[in-house]
Nanobody, 124 residues
Framework: QVQLVESGGGLVQAGGSLRLSCAGSGRTFSSYAMGWFRQAPGKEREFVGAITRGGGSTYYADSVKGRFTISRDNAKNTVYLRMNSLKPEDTAVYYC?????????????????WGQGTQVTVSS
């Protein structure tokens, strides 16, 4: 089991950048592939991107490809989401999630553990 805590959200102007962090508990953090999702008010939770257990592969939603970068530091039990060129439509609560699946998943039901979320607001 792993507990996840996100941080780094906030208010930023369009075109700005933020880096979210997701800290995991336990000594088995490297056993989990990690994903980032977001949910805007009135909308379903949306896949943002994911990274494999060792960090060798990443996958992104088309809406963020080229602007967002996921990385991880297993020694620190932390996964990061670097967000550049932010747009107002990126405004949402951002969640990190962990899965024991060997392959990257893009659906929320493929993830076993979730953080509490951190709010990102992008003003125009």
């Amino acid at each position: 089991q792993v507990q996840l805590v996100e941080s780094g959200g906030g208010l930023v102007q369009a075109g700005g950048s933020l880096r979210l962090s997701c800290a995991g508990s336990g000594r088995t953090f490297s056993s989990y592939a990690m994903g980032w999702f977001r949910q805007a008010p009135g909308k379903e939770r949306e896949f943002v991107g994911a990274i494999t257990r060792g960090g060798g592969s990443t996958y992104y939603a088309d809406s963020v490809k080229g602007r967002f970068t996921i990385s991880r530091d297993n020694a620190k039990n932390t996964v990061y989401l670097r967000m550049n060129s932010l747009k107002p439509e990126d405004t949402a609560v951002y969640y990190c999630a962990a899965t024991l699946r060997l392959q990257i998943g893009t659906r929320p039901q493929e993830y076993n553990y979730w953080g509490q979320g951190t709010q990102v607001t992008v003003s125009s």
